[in-house]
Structures are given as structure tokens and as C-alpha cells.
T-cell receptor, first 112, second 116 residues
Framework: TQLLEQSPQFLSIQEGENLTVYCNSS?????LQWYRQEPGEGPVLLVT?????EVKKLKRLTFQFGDARKDSSLHITAAQPGDTGLYLC????????????FGTGTSLTVIP | EAGVAQSPRYKIIEKRQSVAFWCNPI?????LYWYQQILGQGPKLLIQ????????DSQLPKDRFSAERLKGVDSTLKIQPAKLEDSAVYLC??????????????FGEGSRLTVL
């Protein structure tokens, strides 16, 4: 059983559409990260959010950390084929705040 | 700057055989992680080292999996004996360490294990 549940598990959309991926847990995290992973490669960091309620924007991607630091969302505006990949959230626990537990993953396919 | 190096990239073994994976983290990174990723799922933390000490190995199946990080640099992950359900990608990641850097994990390309 993984600490973080992501939804949806799979998402297939047309280019230009908007989408939101959710990451939920019953645990409180000191920080939360979002990664993107392409086939045959390791995950690559997109963003880190630290403060409850924090919103960060990275071009067409908007990340939000829940007020209680238990959940997060990733919103993509006007999706492009290059956004295709596996999106992973990762929550930090532990006294040092660097024990990272990953979510179940959301596989996104953007169709041209 | 060189990234995280892992080997082998691919390994096929029969059940009950043994296998070892090697990881060389980014130079100077104090923290090293081993994750198991089953196809299409999120990575599962197996073990975390801070220098050469274990921080968390609560999800490591210790009856068959072992890991070490001698001298606080390279690390090896061993499976003996392997089971069919061990088929997965084994990812190694490193980070500068608690309180250092941005907390970003830097991953290698992974070692894909197939157990027949």
C-alpha cells in the first residue's frame, strides 16, 4: 500500500485540452514534489512545494499544495504531445524531511 | 557534472537465482535511495542511506534483499533468491542530504530486472 494515491491512474486527452491530476494522502508532509518520468528514464523533478496553500506556476503547469499539507494537485493548461509521460507526486517525511514516498502515478497521453 | 550511474541496465534471470545492482551517486551527495518500480506504478522506497548509515529500510524484504553503501559512496542492492514478483525496474537516486540543496532527488536510468 502506497502512502500517496493519485487520480486518475490513466489519462488520454487531445492536444489543447486542460487536465488536473490529484495526489492525496492521510499523512502530513513537510514538502511535496512532482516528477515526470519518460519510458526508460528516471523521474525528473518539476517542482517542490513547501507551504500549505502554496501555488506554483511553471509555464502551462500549475501546482498547488493543500492547506493541511496532505494533498496536492497538478493542472496542465493546453496540453501538448510533449507533456506525455508518467506524473508522480512524492511526499517528504521523517525528522530530516528527506524521506520521499512516491504516489501511485498518473500516465498521461496527449494525442496530437 | 556526471549523473547517477547504474548497472546493469537490463538483467534476465530465472527464479531462485541471485542478482546484484550497482549505483554510483552524484559526487558529494550524502543521501542515496533505492526504489523498486513495477511497470506503470510509482516507485516504492526500499532503502535510504545517509552517508554509509541506513535511515529507512522498513519496506526492504530483508529475507531476500540486502543493500550496502560502503565508504558512503557507491551502493549495491542484492536479491537472493529472486522471485517472479521481483520483476521491476530498480531505481537509484541521490540527493545532497538533509538541509543541503533543494531536496531534489536525482535518478539514474534504472536497472530493469526480469525474473523468469
Amino acid at each position: 500500500t502506497q502512502l500517496l494515491e493519485q487520480s486518475p491512474q490513466f489519462l488520454s486527452i487531445q492536444e489543447g485540452e486542460n487536465l488536473t491530476v490529484y495526489c492525496n494522502s492521510s499523512s502530513v508532509f513537510s514538502s511535496l514534489q512532482w516528477y515526470r518520468q519518460e519510458p526508460g528514464e528516471g523521474p525528473v523533478l518539476l517542482v517542490t512545494v513547501v507551504t500549505g496553500g502554496e501555488v506554483k506556476k511553471l509555464k502551462r503547469l500549475t501546482f498547488q499544495f493543500g492547506d493541511a499539507r496532505k494533498d496536492s494537485s497538478l493542472h496542465i493548461t493546453a496540453a501538448q504531445p510533449g507533456d506525455t509521460g508518467l506524473y508522480l507526486c512524492a511526499g517528504a517525511l521523517g525528522s530530516t524531511g528527506n524521506q520521499f514516498y512516491f504516489g501511485t502515478g498518473t500516465s498521461l497521453t496527449v494525442i496530437p | 557534472e556526471a549523473g547517477v550511474a547504474q548497472s546493469p541496465r537490463y538483467k534476465i534471470i530465472e527464479k531462485r537465482q541471485s542478482v546484484a545492482f550497482w549505483c554510483n551517486p552524484i559526487s558529494g551527495h550524502a543521501t542515496l535511495y533505492w526504489y523498486q518500480q513495477i511497470l506503470g506504478q510509482g516507485p516504492k522506497l526500499l532503502i535510504q542511506f545517509q552517508n554509509n548509515g541506513v535511515v529507512d529500510d522498513s519496506q526492504l524484504p530483508k529475507d531476500r534483499f540486502s543493500a550496502e553503501r560502503l565508504k558512503g559512496v557507491d551502493s549495491t542492492l542484492k536479491i537472493q533468491p529472486a522471485k517472479l514478483e521481483d520483476s521491476a525496474v530498480y531505481l537509484c537516486a541521490s540527493s545532497p542530504g538533509a538541509g543541503a540543496g533543494t531536496g531534489e532527488l536525482f535518478f539514474g536510468e534504472g536497472s530493469r530486472l526480469t525474473v523468469l
